[in-house]
């Protein structure tokens, strides 16, 4: 059974950092997609970034150059290092898994591609 568990988050004021970590247990996929959504109050759940099996990301306009997407040698590990964060940051921000490459069948940013996602981790961004 795959289990996706978001940890960190937080509160922060407009300019700071945060990461967020997430962990994909009970995944068995040699090609994957994995990622970030958030959702704010009262908004669509968007795409943030995403990380294929074979190591490429793939970023939102709205976070590109301030978020980065990595993860862990054994890949059970998912993190999102957010920099110079915006009030308009501020949402719960979930961790998603999918066993079909970032770049094939449904877009990447659409919450139909992906079977699996965490419980959610809430960012605050203060001004």
């Known amino acids: 059974q795959v289990q996706v568990v978001e940890s960190g988050g937080g509160s922060v004021q407009t300019g700071g950092s945060l990461r967020l970590s997430c962990t994909v247990s009970g995944y068995t996929y040699n090609s994957y997609c994995l990622g970030w959504f958030r959702q704010a109050p009262g908004t669509e759940r968007e795409g943030v970034a995403v990380i294929d099996s074979d190591g490429s990301t793939i970023y939102a306009d709205s976070v590109k150059g301030r978020f980065t997407i990595s993860q862990d040698n054994t890949k059970s590990s998912l993190y999102l290092k957010m920099d110079r964060l915006k009030p308009e940051d501020t949402a719960m921000y979930y961790c998603?898994?999918?066993?079909?490459?970032?770049?094939?069948?449904?877009?990447?940013?659409?919450?139909?591609?992906?079977?699996?996602w965490g419980q959610g981790s809430q960012v605050t961004v203060s001004s």
């Open positions: 998603v898994a999918n066993g079909v490459r970032c770049a094939r069948g449904i877009k990447w940013d659409s919450r139909l591609k992906y079977d699996y």
